[in-house]
């Protein structure tokens, strides 16, 4: 008996865990399928957008059982349209308080759409606010910026300390000038005069003079280094990252999210600059997500002060403020740069002069983008003339390709960077 009810208590554990792994896992797979399909209308919350809070959803919709409940959900998420023409009096009552009918997401199987309606009825979908990020990412969110802004002090500090070096070194010279001169006092010695700092260093340097050329040639030394990458650093802002007016996480957007550059960025691919987003396309999302991971409604609310969105009405009723954005990345104006031409022709990704944006909530110069590290881009960077297969894409790279190849048949080579189709010449950007 007693081996019997061991491999029953063991079976009901193992069957207990199972379960709460499975329900865990379509939870997380289920928080990434909403945040992709469904954020952009809906809250995890009671709260109402373009479509209805879905906290107690399972509750509310027609089904006698869970069984029944989901056949129903899956129904009206494929095909919505389908349901309220069956006469469905919940689908029609839907219909009449969500003037907007909801996209169908065919796309989805009938697994994800459960998996979604798992995560729903999660204390994690409205009980953290819709959060699903870590404390530590979100620390990291707020500390964002942080780090910059003390790193600025370094210099105040760097001066305090020589003030305070000159003020102990003063305090300590007239200690002992009035030892040496009590000594001298007991010896019948004359006392040494109270010369004053600066008379005190001259009259140092005068008795040392070995000791202080060598200081003054170690000075001189590491000032000259200093003073050249100064000088060479004039104009230059790698690690530049202001505060912004509205805090924008490019981590949680472009990396957790997974939203693509030109997405937001769209003239990236059309012309000579990516372009600021307008607060229409943040508006694209958050007039349905009203909640950030991190910051809650704090940032967001932003977005719809100066969109002029009303929340609680669901309607533009207020007046337009722009969102003054700091520019992060600045060509001088003599220098010539085209997007398009590097991420359409070129088919440069962003963060080959960006970074990895996708993992950086404030977002930083991160590269030099001097005349010098573009050269050297040039130099290293093959020409896009060939396909994913090895095939020269079209007839206008197959004539490029074929006088490069004559051009350098002396060399033998096959495979050409940007420089060898010009990307050295000085009229290329300066014009």
Known sequence: MNIIYTIL??????????????????AQDGAKIFKANCATCHSTCEKKGTGPGLKGFWDRIPGDDDEGKGKWLVKWVKNPAGVIASGDDYAVALRAEY?????????????????????????????????????SYCDEFAAAGKEKEESSTGMYWIIAIVVVFFILANALGGIRRNLQNTV?????????????????????ILSHKLQTGLIVLVLAFAGSVEGWYALKGIGVYQGYAPEQPIKFSHKIHAGENKIACVYCHHSAEKGKTAGIPSVNVC?????????????????IAKIYEAAGWNPEEQRYDRPQKPIKW???HNLPDFAYFNHSQHVIVGEQKCQTCHGPVEEMHLLEQHSELTMGWCIDCHRKTNVAMTNSNGEVKNDYYQKMYDELVEMHKAKGLKTFQVKDIGGLECGKCHY
């Open 283 to 299: 508006m694209n999302c958050h007039k349905g997500i009203s909640e950030g991971s991190c910051s809650g409604e704090t940032e």
């Open 184 to 204: 001298n006092d007991k010896e019948g010695k004359d006392l040494e005069p109270d010369l004053g700092w600066w008379k005190a260093t001259q009259n140092w």
């Open 99 to 135: 003037p907007t009918l909801m996209t169908a997401q065919g796309h989805l199987s009938d697994e994800e759409i459960l998996a979604v309606a798992t995560y729903l009825r999660s204390p994690e979908a409205c009980g953290g606010g819709g959060n699903t990020a870590g404390p």
């Open 9 to 26: 208590r063991k079976v009901v554990l193992g069957l207990s865990l199972f379960f709460f792994l499975t329900n865990t896992l379509l």
């Open 326 to 328: 700091v520019r992060i």
